[in-house]
Each structure stands twice: as C-alpha cells, then as structure tokens.
C-alpha cells in the first residue's frame, strides 16, 4: 500500500513544472554517478604534472586542475561519492527516525514525552557543526560523514512522522480498526504509514539536497572523502588557491552542487504540490 501511495504521489506531481524540470535534473545526476561506475574519460585519481591547469580540450573537456587531474572525471566521481554519503544519511534518519516517531503517536504517554525530548534535544545544536564534531573526535572520512549527517536526520524525520502520525490516528477508518481490536502496530503497518508515506518522501527529498551540502561542507573543511577519492567539496577548497589563475576550477563543483539541490528541491517542491491540491490551484 505504501508502494501505490507513492505511485499515485509521483503521478500527480507530474503536472507540475517544477517536478518535470527537477526530476530531470536529479535523474541527470543519478546517471553522471552510475556511469562513473562504469567509465570516465580519464582515471579521476590519475596525475599528469606536465599537464597541470591545462583548458578545456578535446582529450580534457572540462580541462585539468593543479595535479593534472580531469576535472571532469573527477566531477563524474565526485557526484557518486555525494549520492552514497546522502542516501546513506537519509536511510539512516528514516529508518531510524519513522519507527520513533511512529512509536511516539502510537503509545503517548511517557514515551512520546521521551522521544519529543530528545528530540528537542538534539536541534539544540547546529546541524552542520554537530556533524564537524562527530567527524572531528570520531576522524575525518565518508563512512563518519554518513553517520554525523545521518544522525541530525533522524529527528528531523522522528517529528515529522510523529505529527503526521497524530492526524492519522484521530480518522475513522484507524477509529474503526482500534474499535476492531487491532494491535497498535498493524494499525501503524496498516493504515499509519501508507498515509504518511507521501509527507516522508517530499521530507526525503528535502534532505537529500542537505546531506549533499553537508557533505561537500565537511570535505571542504577536510573532514569528509578523503583523498584520493574525488569530492566536490574539496574540489572546491583545492581551487581557493588557483581562483585567480584558473577560476573554472571553482565554478564546476560550485555549479554541480548548486545544480544538484536545486533539482532535489524543485524535485520536493512539486511533489509537495501534489500533495496539497490548494497549492496546485493557485500555480
């Protein structure tokens, strides 16, 4: 059921404008990082010193950085570093979070008063610098990054499900099948999270666009990927250095990751649409 509440989601964001342009713009990124699994015009991690700064030419499109590196190699490789580190993130604040949130509707009482505490407790403290943090007592590196940023995520989902839950739980059909003897936790399968699942996706969208800010902010500070490993975070720290003499090494990732949120959030806007048909009466 939650699969078909999806389908439906998806369909009627369709019509949307913002949906089609940030869908398309996602599923551009979404292949850049699959087939960099698969192929890049050069090795994204191969040095060419004599090389060095070269400009955009036939065998370098987007020309070389200070180690003669290809940029675009390295753009293609960074977007599925930015892809895994994020979905990875999310994953963690939905699977984590939802089941709280959910847990915190469903008893009430002292167990919604804990989660909801902390709750509160965890957005005391800045997103971004509880994730420096966590990276810089636990090491720099993807696999810390995915949980510092995967950590702020579960109570953003943790809150939302809870409130979304609440609603769901005060209609008649969930009435009826409390009335029925039903346990706590069909009800949640059953009927619960197909009619939250639409409000968890936008969430989801929303995010992913973060996590991919996030994550470029840590490698930019040199607490995300670490080298050799591409990252357009620090793609964009290395080029400080060279912004004068070859700019373009800046405006790229810049570009990818101003590109990428952009399509997650036009992606998330339209499906927010779809959901609130009085929004899409007045587009």
């Known amino acids: 059921m939650i699969v078909e509440r999806a389908r439906e989601l998806i369909a009627g964001a369709s019509q949307s404008r913002s949906f089609l342009i940030g869908g398309a713009i996602t599923l551009a990124l979404a292949l850049t990082a699959a087939l960099s699994l698969l192929w890049t015009p050069h090795s994204a991690t191969a040095m060419d010193i004599a090389g060095r700064l070269a400009p955009a030419s036939a065998d370098h499109l987007l020309g070389t950085d200070q180690f003669g590196r290809d940029v675009l190699?390295?753009?293609?490789?960074?977007?599925?570093?930015?892809?895994l580190v994020?979905?990875?993130a999310v994953g963690i604040g939905i699977f984590i979070g939802v089941p709280l949130g959910t847990l915190a509707a469903a008893r009430g009482g002292w167990v919604d008063e804990a989660v909801m505490r902390l709750n509160d407790f965890a957005?005391?403290?800045?997103?971004?610098?509880?994730?420096?943090?966590?990276?810089?007592?636990?090491?720099?590196?993807?696999?810390?990054?995915?949980v510092a940023i995967g950590l702020f995520n579960i109570p953003v989902f943790a809150r939302l499900s809870r409130g979304a839950a609440l609603g769901v739980w005060k209609r008649e059909f969930v009435l009826a099948a409390r009335a029925a003897a039903r346990s706590r936790l069909a009800i949640t399968l059953d009927h619960v999270l197909p009619n939250i699942a639409g409000l968890l996706l936008v969430q989801a969208t929303i995010q992913f666009a973060l996590a991919i800010l996030a994550e470029a902010g840590l490698s930019y500070l040199g607490l995300g990927t670490q080298p050799p490993s591409p990252s357009w975070g620090r793609?964009?720290?290395?080029?400080?250095?060279?912004?004068?003499?070859?700019?373009?090494?800046?405006?790229?990732?810049?570009?990818?990751?101003?590109?990428?949120?952009?399509?997650?959030?036009?992606?998330?806007?339209?499906?927010?649409?779809a959901l609130d048909p009085r929004l899409r009466r007045e587009r």
Do not use: K
């Open 86 to 88: 994020s979905v990875i």
């Open 123 to 146: 957005f005391a403290f800045p997103a971004l610098l509880t994730a420096v943090m966590i990276t810089a007592l636990a090491g720099p590196g993807a696999v810390n990054a995915m």
């Open 235 to 273: 793609m964009l720290n290395e080029a400080q250095t060279f912004i004068y003499l070859a700019p373009q090494l800046a405006i790229y990732p810049g570009l990818a990751i101003t590109l990428s949120v952009l399509g997650l959030n036009l992606l998330g806007d339209g499906l927010r649409d």
């Open 73 to 83: 190699s390295m753009l293609m490789v960074g977007a599925r570093n930015s892809i």
